[in-house]
């Protein structure tokens, strides 16, 4: 039974636009919820988080949106770069405990 | 700097053989993982600890072993056992409720 799922393996957006990653879970007791970027042969990288008593969290280009209703979560970035393509990583977490990863999905910008 | 440290970057292994990924962190982080990722996939959970001289078991634990004698290192050995060995392996360590941070990550190919 996978918690988060990321549905989409891949997005093409084009410079300048928005992008938008998704994710959805399953777990209601989950406390954070966090975005990762990685890069090939790289180690994820921490990008965003946001807490379960909130519902955005903004910083610079990239906001994180949380629906709890929905157990839904986004994050935008806008606008988009050529650098920002990297696949990204949604996670969830207790805050005493391990965190669970989404599959990622693939951003690719087009300059 | 801080930060964490997995060593080597490439790891050669014949069949039939263990080796031992090494992981070290002097950020002060009472947790860290470790994590498989193969192509196209997101990241699985192998082993965690959260303190010394304890670790359990994470979703794919079958053919590795870990060890945690100190709070800094936490090695991975890849057992004969361990069918499929052939992927990227990455350590996170984690201070807090929040973000993992994460090393470069060892490719492993068995030859």
């Known amino acids: 039974d996978q918690q988060v799922k990321q549905n989409s393996p891949s997005l093409s957006v084009q410079e300048g636009r928005i992008s938008i990653l998704n994710c959805d879970y399953t777990?209601?007791?989950?406390?954070?919820f966090l975005w990762y970027k990685k890069y090939p042969a790289e180690g994820p990288t921490f990008l965003i988080s946001i807490s379960s008593i909130k519902d955005k969290n903004e910083d610079g280009r990239f906001t994180v949106f949380l629906n709890k209703s929905a157990k839904h979560l986004s994050l935008h970035i806008v606008p988009s770069q050529p650098g920002d393509s990297a696949v990204y990583f949604c996670a969830a977490r207790r805050a005493a405990g391990k965190s669970t990863f989404g599959d990622g999905t693939t951003l690719t910008v087009k300059p | 700097d801080g930060g964490i440290t997995q060593s080597p970057k490439y790891l050669f292994r014949k069949e039939g053989q263990n080796v031992t990924l090494s992981c070290e962190q002097n950020?002060?982080?009472?947790?860290m993982y470790w994590y498989r990722q193969d192509p196209g996939q997101g990241l699985r959970l192998i082993y965690y600890s959260q303190i010394v001289n304890d670790f359990q078991k994470g979703d794919i634990a079958e053919g590795y072993s870990v060890s945690r004698e100190k709070k800094e290192s936490f090695p991975l050995t890849v057992t004969s056992a361990q069918k499929n060995p052939t992927a990227f392996y990455l350590c996170a360590s984690e201070g807090g409720p929040t973000e993992a941070f994460f090393g470069q990550g060892t490719r492993l190919t068995v030859v």
């Open positions: 950020l002060n982080h009472d947790a």
């Open positions: 777990n209601s007791m989950f406390d954070y």
